[in-house]
């Protein structure tokens, strides 16, 4: 639960700024930032046709059914569920299936979010405290090619700045269909010439589902920051508790056979519990040599509860499959890196480099459950995860014409793991990884560009699967990529092609009977991406983009086919985003999902499916606007996530029947918000 001292802070500031109402001046490099009318990619920080930043104007006109939405602005990435709304999202980019988060690092504020040896998944991705408002900029990258960033983070990453001040102070209610409601405020105030940004959020939501959900989220942001000619100072605190009842996956032989309706569940005592207390220091140094040193501090206090049944009476027939996966952890780490430019000759030289350390100290468990009552332990294990990373990048320009970036990072891992169940799976193990990059770009003319990029990179494997005494997981994965891609861009208009490539020495994939991923043999994918972005007026922009992408096992005869199951092959997006028509504001989304294998021997693929979204605001008053989000604007009957496993129903046959494994999207629901400006 969220400390006291915290609640009363926020609440206190709160009423404060309510007395003294006073709209705070968004600070200039704010005003510049949201104000922006280009798209995504500032083509002075371009290093590959596949990584940009999302401004502020690209997210706020958007229809979100959930936090975790806003990622959906990188081109190609999807975020969908397969159970409740506390638990961390599925991602998929690159025909990856992430799973909650394996292979896209994603940081706030420079903070990193992803958690490995997670109960639930490796690399767990829970974004859940995601507060949308307070978002400045996205930055995002694909592909191993950048030296700064290491684990996770081979098919992509995202920075999620937030902001440091707001223009106004605002209080936003919404409530809607399934009795959705979310109460947030939010603000700032100067304070010792420097400036303290609060936000708080309560959100409550039942969902379609036949067992209520009951998702409770109690959500909250302090920070301070302080600016001078010399430095920038910034401190954030973040908390977050939520608890929810969840539906997960269910066997659609069950829907169509009328043992439960679409949003029915066949263990109603699935249910999830989650916390998250964060403390983050970032210092920048501007020195008189043109150069910026970046120094980052964090701590982080994480748990979760999570009982989940996914394949109901297959491998216990009388009280049924219900796990329940714990974990609790304390992470701490810090980063310094060094970025100053210079020139040699006629050559403009960019050199950047850094260190960073983090250490996970982690309690992770999966037991045997049956209403959410503990029956049995099936692994219980303390784990002390630490991670060393050096990383240098050498950035040089001819002629303003050429850019050749050459980089090289040192991934050195300990792993110290204690089984409470099987000593033998107890022990101590070090590794590193050295990962070299390298980028090329050409410029045509002042508006194309072309680029090459390649590099190394990697992901860490469950210290648990690695410390095994039979049958040991790898502990570090290494991929291979390669990518190469043009770019146009004037001053409203963006658009980009690129064709990449992707291996990986090992794959993670589903498993029903563990709720978690488990590794396979090495596979590589290919693909295709292009994006537009296109202001068609001052008030009316327009984008879209679309991937293609192939994955395939390098050794089909052991995995059993050559597909990767649950790997996305085709995505498109488009969206039209209407700010400021005669006080009228809004937004309209379509997604594209096509179709998937789930069987590495492609017999089984899921059903593709397309949702439509949208957004309808006005400004009633200077300070008061009114909208509402429409989701799922055509009631599409579409599947949120689909697996193929074996699973058994009470009355089956002994060893179950394999079957799709599916999780609905949402029916079309409203949601009207009322916003307050103060």
Do not use: C
């Not at 109402?21 to 930032?33: G, H, N, P, R, Y």
């Not at 909250?220 to 973040?238: C, H, P």
């Not at 409470?420 to 002042?446: C, E, Q, R, W």
């Amino acid at each position: 639960m969220l400390h006291f001292t915290f609640r009363y802070l926020l609440m206190l500031i709160i009423f404060y700024n309510l007395a003294h109402a006073e709209k705070t001046e968004t600070l200039d490099d704010i005003q510049v930032s949201s104000t922006q009318s280009s798209p995504k990619v500032d083509l002075d920080v371009d290093d590959s046709s596949s990584s940009g930043i999302i401004t502020e104007k690209q997210l706020k006109n958007r229809p979100i059914s959930r936090p975790t939405d806003v990622l959906e602005t990188v081109p190609g990435l999807t975020v969908t569920q397969h159970s409740g709304a506390g638990k961390a999202n599925q991602y998929f980019l690159r025909g990856f299936t992430l799973d909650h988060g394996t292979d896209f690092y994603t940081r706030i504020d420079g903070m990193p979010i992803n958690l490995p040896t997670h109960a639930h998944g490796q690399g767990y991705l829970d974004l859940n405290f995601l507060i949308p408002e307070l978002i400045e900029n996205i930055n995002y990258t694909k592909g191993p090619y950048f030296a700064d960033l290491g684990d996770f983070s081979s098919t992509g990453s995202a920075n999620i700045k937030y902001k440091d001040a707001l223009e106004d102070s605002i209080m936003s209610v919404t409530y809607g269909s399934h009795d959705y409601a979310r109460l947030l405020n939010m603000g700032t105030a100067e304070v010792n010439d420097g400036t303290l940004l609060y936000a708080i959020e309560a959100n409550t939501n039942n969902g379609p589902w036949d067992k209520e959900e009951k998702s409770k989220k109690f959500n909250g942001v302090l920070s301070y920051s302080k600016q001078n000619d010399s430095s920038d100072m910034k401190i954030t605190y973040m908390g977050y508790d939520a608890k929810w009842n969840a539906t997960n996956q269910v066997p659609l032989r069950a829907i169509e056979g009328g043992t439960i309706g679409r949003f029915g569940t066949l263990d109603p005592s699935d249910a999830g519990e989650s916390s998250r207390h964060s403390l983050n220091t970032r210092l920048d140094f501007y020195g008189k040599d043109d150069s910026i040193t970046t120094l980052n501090a964090f701590a982080t206090k994480y748990d979760m509860d999570l009982y989940s049944n996914f394949t109901f009476y297959l491998d216990n027939p009388t009280q049924g499959d219900q796990i329940y996966q714990k974990d609790e952890r304390t992470v701490y780490g810090a980063d310094i890196s060094n970025l100053k430019n210079m020139e040699i000759g006629n050559v403009g030289l960019e050199q950047y480099y850094g260190a960073s350390v983090r250490h996970d100290d982690i309690d992770v468990g999966l037991f045997n459950s049956q209403q959410r009552e503990t029956i049995g332990t099936i692994s219980n294990n303390h784990i002390k995860q630490t991670n060393l990373s050096l990383f240098y990048q050498m950035k040089m320009i001819f002629d303003n014409k050429y850019k050749v970036t050459l980089g090289l990072r040192d991934d050195i891992f300990r792993f110290n793991g204690t089984s409470h169940i099987n000593a033998l799976d107890s022990g101590k193990t070090n590794t590193h990884m050295l990962s070299p990059k390298l980028g090329f770009v050409y410029a045509v003319d002042k508006h194309n560009e072309v680029f090459v990029n390649a590099g190394t990179g990697l992901h860490s494997n469950d210290v648990r699967g690695v410390l095994l005494a039979s049958n040991p997981a790898t502990p570090l994965v290494r991929t291979k990529g390669a990518e190469i891609g043009w770019q146009r861009k004037t001053k409203d208009f963006l658009s980009s092609v690129t064709l990449w490539t992707l291996e990986s020495d090992s794959e993670l994939v589903f498993a029903g009977d563990s709720g978690s991923t488990e590794p396979t043999g090495p596979a590589k994918r290919v693909g295709v991406e292009l994006a537009l972005d296109m202001p068609i007026n001052k008030w009316l922009t327009f984008d879209v983009d679309a991937t293609v992408s192939r994955a395939r096992y390098e050794h089909p005869e052991v995995e059993g086919g050559s597909y990767v199951p649950e790997a996305m092959e085709k995505t498109a997006s488009m969206a039209l985003l209407l700010d400021d028509y005669n006080d009228y504001f809004g937004g309209l989304k379509v997604r594209y999902l096509g179709s998937k294998a789930l069987t590495p021997d492609n017999s089984v693929r899921s059903s593709p499916s397309t949702l439509v979204n949208l957004k309808a605001g006005k400004h009633i008053k200077k300070d008061l606007d009114l909208s509402v989000d429409v989701l799922n604007v055509l009631n599409a009957k579409n599947y949120d996530i689909e697996y193929y496993y074996a699973s058994r129903l009470q009355g089956e046959a002994v060893g179950g029947i394999e079957d799709r494994m599916v999780h609905p999207t949402d029916p079309i629901s409203f949601r009207v918000n009322l916003t307050y400006k103060y």
